[in-house]
């Protein structure tokens, strides 16, 4: 079977990381799989040989995006996919129009995202209509606490629906603790935090720097890029820390294992989640977590966290120090995460998308 996956913008982020998984394993299975991204915003897929770019940066006003959709129109009628798989609220929207126009007999929306939560004013409303009349074949949610955003959405919307956990990809093995420190300059007898994922208002970093300054004999490390960086730079400079601080940018899926082999801890505040791919990540890597307070978390994480209120950094700071004079509860929370390793394994997230695409 010939599919496209549809994105909105070419970065290293969650959504992106599930799509990768998702292709790779389909073309495990003998599918022709490629990802179109209806515009490039980091090089984190300049080299990927099964990515293609509509635009080679984000729409600057109306007429760019109506370039990117009639682009993306050309680019689907050229393959004629036999299914389209989408991904985030506007690639959904496009990607399924742009898919039926050129007549393929699947279409696949994954919601990566809450509605009404993200994706702008009319986001929602058109994923709901689109949904409800049946422009979606299927319409992909990743968790329990997803599922049940949707419990007030028509019927004929809710029928469509399937639920298929996110995959996680993580090595059995993580590579050497010192090398990675090594590798990432930072102090080899050190303890460390981290915390991967863009650097935003809702994934919340800045309270780790808060935290930071708590914990005088810590380091964190941050892996992510984002509109928030500046701030959180500026929060460091403030607090006195930017020198225990070390920000890495953008990292490519496939180093983020050097990333969590460097981790004592795994620290991720995020405000508003669908699953929690990085804290994942994490926990099944054999990091103890120490995790926001929210439900989609609890859900996905079960007892491999201790959760906390994360708009406080004195409650991250806190729980940083249980674990340190503690090591008997961190060890606890590592085995729960490596535990999760079957649950989320890509093979069975994989082998969920291949049947929906035949049913």
């Known amino acids: 079977m010939k599919i496209i996956q549809v994105q909105t913008q070419a970065e290293a982020a969650g959504a992106q990381h599930v799509s990768d998984m998702v292709g790779a394993g389909l073309r495990a299975r003998g599918h022709q799989v490629r990802t179109v991204f209806m515009y490039r ?18 729409p600057r006003g109306p007429l760019e995006l109506l370039r990117a959709i009639a682009g993306l129109i050309g680019y689907m009628r050229r393959e004629r996919p036999d299914a389209v798989i989408s991904y985030q609220h506007y690639g959904n929207i496009f990607g399924t129009l742009a898919g039926r126009m050129a007549g393929a007999k699947r279409l696949i929306a994954n919601q990566s995202g809450a509605p009404g939560k993200f994706g702008g004013p009319l986001a929602a409303p058109l994923d709901r209509l689109m949904g409800t009349l049946g422009a979606y074949h299927f319409s992909v949610v990743n968790s329990g606490w997803m599922e049940a955003q949707f419990a007030g959405y028509p019927e004929r919307y809710r029928q469509r629906t399937r639920r298929i956990d996110h995959g996680v990809e993580v090595p059995a093995v993580l590579p050497d603790r010192q090398a990675s420190r090594a590798a990432l300059g930072v102090p080899g007898n050190a303890f460390v935090l981290v915390s991967t994922g863009r650097l935003t208002e809702g994934k919340n970093q800045r309270v780790l720097v808060e935290a930071l300054a708590e914990l005088p004999d810590a380091h964190l490390v941050l892996a992510g890029a984002g509109p928030e960086a500046e701030k959180i730079g500026a929060t460091a400079r403030r607090l006195g820390v930017s020198d225990r601080l070390h920000r890495l940018g953008e990292v490519p899926a496939a180093r983020i294992d050097e990333v969590l082999a460097a981790g004592d801890v795994f620290a991720f505040a995020s405000r508003t989640e669908t699953f929690g791919l990085s804290a994942a990540e994490a926990a099944i890597a054999g990091l103890p977590v120490v995790a926001n307070d929210i439900a989609v978390l609890r859900e996905v994480l079960g007892d491999a966290a201790i959760y906390v209120d994360a708009e406080q950094g004195s409650a991250v700071a806190r729980a940083v120090r249980r674990l340190i004079a503690e090591p008997g509860k961190a060890a ?5 995460g490596r535990a999760l390793r079957a649950r989320y394994a890509p093979e069975r997230m994989c082998a969920a998308y291949e049947a929906l695409l035949s049913a």
């Open 41 to 58: 915003k980091t090089s984190a897929y300049d080299a990927d040989p099964h990515a293609d770019f509509i635009l080679d940066h984000r």
């Open 332 to 336: 606890a929370l590592a085995a729960a």
